[in-house]
């Protein structure tokens, strides 16, 4: 097992690693990366080993500041995950879904610059919003 600090500089440096939830909780690994960091490849990695869904988190500000609204009113699953709407870049995309695609949206919504405007609405990609405190006030994503 890596040390806190490891895993920061790793995930600094674009690396992608395994963080694991508290045993409480879904006692699962997420593939983590800096978003900023994704390219086709880490997506293509993702579905094809992590075999689950690809998801973003944002925090509360850039949820707000991209109007992305909570997927749902009442969130009565197990672990209230914060979902919004699902994403697309509003330009630079075919599909939608292809690792490229994923990627090209993923950047888009962590742009330093990014606006509602760049985005639209359903997509392939499932941004979450983070706890304020992120995992040090709430374990699991």
Known sequence: ??????LIEDIRLGRM???LDDEDR???GDLVMAAAHTRPEDINFMARYGRGLICLTLT???CQQL????MVNENRTP???NFTVSIEAASGVTTGISAADRARTIQCAVAT???PDDLVQ?????????QPGGVLNRAGH
């Open 122 to 130: 359903p997509g392939h990609v499932f941004p979450l919003m983070a």
């Open 67 to 70: 109007r992305l609204p909570l």
């Open 79 to 81: 672990h209230s995950t």
């Open 17 to 19: 690693v395994v963080l």
């Open 1 to 6: 097992m890596n040390t806190t600090q490891e």
């Open 26 to 28: 879904e006692n699962e």
């Open 113 to 115: 610059d990014a606006r």
């Open 60 to 62: 509360r500000e850039r």
